[in-house]
Structure formats: C-alpha cells, structure tokens
T-cell receptor
C-alpha cells in the first residue's frame, strides 16, 4: 500500500504571497492531520479533517486553513505569508485511534 | 496541561544499547508513541503503547511505560549507525480527541564506532 504523499516537496515563496500544499492519505484512511515543524517551536498540530469536516484545530492564526475532499485528499493554505511560516509541513493520515502515519513533508521557505 | 519533555542529545557506541527517555504531564494520555526522523525526511512511526500496558517489545525496540511517574522510555538494543536520527516521543489523549499528537522536542541520537 502506498504511503502518505505530499506535494510539492519544496517551495520558495515571498512574504505576502499565499501557498497551497497537498496531501494524499494512505488508501482507506479518512482522517488527515497537518503539523508544522520549525527549529524553534518543534512539531505543532495545525488541524485535522475527517470526512471533509474539520474536527480539531491547533493554535494558529486564521491565515492557516485547510480542507478535505470527498476522496480524503487534503489541502492546506497559508495566506499572507510571513518569514516565520518557513517550516516543514507534515501531513499524517490514520484509520484507527492508535496510529498516525506521516508523509515526507513539504519544506516551505519564505523570503 | 499538555507537555512532553525529552533530553535533547544522546551519544552511544555502535553495538551498545540506547535508552531515550520522555516524560509527559497529561494524565489522560491514552496512547504514547515513538517516531524517528532522519535528515530531510518525515516522521516514521516506530512503535506505540497503550496506557494500560507497562511494556512492549518489537524486535530491537523495547518501550517501558511508568504511568504513575508519567515516564516513557525507548530502548534500542544493539544500536547501529543507521539508528542515528532524531527520536520524538508523542502522546494523544481523550482530551485532545485522540487525533492531536503532542510531541516532545526530540532526542538526537548519535551512534559512533
């Protein structure tokens, strides 16, 4: 079974722009979560989607948003990019309560 | 509150055992996890333990859970150079709806010959 895939793997944007990241979960997994990883803050939960509904949200500003499609693929969007948004964005999918499987991440650099 | 703490660095000799420690504060934590991250990569799930267990063994990996002290450890037997990576401890809880993982800062394991 293919793992979690994320596109693109690398992105360079400038301040003020917006960006959309994509995540395809493992086949059959209906839950998709997003995390931000930075050297300063570590790994932080952004939000989780299940059956196209956001079920949980972390402490991030409204510039960070997401959605999930009927095929469970998910996108996250960051508007009005700031330098501090430079990070590795990780997507994880799961089917049961106990395990989350992560993709390789999208590395975003904001200049 | 929710907090997970780990020591930041561990250096071991190849062939020795490594023990990575983690403490957490959320008494409602139900599942505790160990993830491995190699340079430039995502997180690889190594193992997890349910809070009603004391120990779980999976090949070279042994997880010990002391629920009273809220202490979790990961022992890697016969550590190899390929085990060099950052290891993250994480917990999920009923309070978080199980879908939100709280991570520690990660322990960088360096394996030297």
């Amino acid at each position: 079974k293919a793992g979690v895939t994320q596109t693109p793997r690398y992105l360079i944007k400038t301040r003020g722009q917006q960006v959309t990241l994509s995540c395809s979960p493992i086949s059959g997994h209906r839950s998709v979560s997003w995390y931000q990883q930075t050297p300063g803050q570590g790994l932080q939960f952004l939000f989780e989607y299940f059956s196209e509904t956001q079920r949980n949200k972390g402490n991030f500003p409204g510039r960070f948003s997401g959605r999930q499609f009927s095929n469970s693929r998910s996108e996250m969007n960051v508007s009005t990019l700031e330098l501090g948004d430079s990070a590795l964005y990780l997507c994880a999918s799961r089917t049961g309560v106990e395990t989350q499987y992560f993709g390789p991440g999208t590395r975003l650099l904001v200049l | 509150g929710e907090d997970v703490e780990q020591s930041l660095f561990l250096s071991v000799r190849e062939g020795d055992s490594s023990v990575i420690n983690c403490t957490y504060t959320d008494s409602s934590s139900t599942y505790l996890y160990w993830y491995k991250q190699e340079p430039g990569a995502g997180l690889q799930l190594l193992t997890y333990i349910f809070s009603n267990m004391d120990m779980k063994q999976d090949q070279r990996l042994t997880v010990l859970l002391n629920k009273k002290d809220k202490h979790l450890s990961l022992r890697i037997a016969d550590t190899q150079t390929g085990d060099s990576a950052i290891y993250f401890c994480a917990e999920s809880s009923l309070r978080g709806g199980y879908n939100k993982l709280i991570f520690g800062a990660g322990t960088r394991l360096a394996v030297h010959p």
